[in-house]
């Protein structure tokens, strides 16, 4: 199986990545080389990548882009409102999953984050994010 999924990569017949195409992600994260970093590997997987430096920022972006399919946050950002903050308006207002990102294993936010929305712990392997995203996308 893995195999099968290298050759398709190096063939570039990857059908993960055909499907990621067809998906825009709102990035979330406060810290600017960490957003840039992870923006340009989503892309490399094939996804389109909104990129915010603010909950609020992105809860704009939720309120008036329709497109976004996804989205990816970190969780503790500073200011009033943070990532649980954006899954839940995301959720309740749009209908839109969330991955929770977090360094910060045993910060509050974090752990009542854990359960209520897909949570990715820091480091992770941007094919765990991607697998994470993948998976969110086809629960309904």
């Known amino acids: 199986m893995a195999f099968t999924k290298l050759i398709q990569k190096l063939a570039g017949t990857d059908p993960a990545k055909e499907h990621a195409r067809q998906v825009t992600v709102l990035l979330v994260d406060d810290q600017p080389d960490v ?25 704009d972006v ?22 649980a903050d954006i899954a839940e308006f995301a959720k309740e207002m749009a209908g839109i999953k ?10 509050k936010i974090t ?12 480091p992770f392997l941007i094919e765990e994010l991607d697998d994470c995203i993948r998976n969110a996308l086809a629960k309904d």
């Open 35 to 59: 957003a840039e970093v992870m923006q340009e590997l989503l892309q490399e997987f094939g996804y389109k990548v909104v990129t915010k430096s603010s909950a609020s920022a992105a809860l």
């Open 98 to 107: 969330t991955i929770l990102i977090s360094g910060f294993p045993h910060h």
């Open 62 to 83: 939720l309120a008036t882009n329709p497109s976004i399919n996804i989205v990816v946050s970190d969780v503790v950002m500073p200011g009033e409102l943070g990532g």
């Open 111 to 122: 752990r009542e984050s854990v359960g209520k929305y897909d949570v990715v712990l820091k």
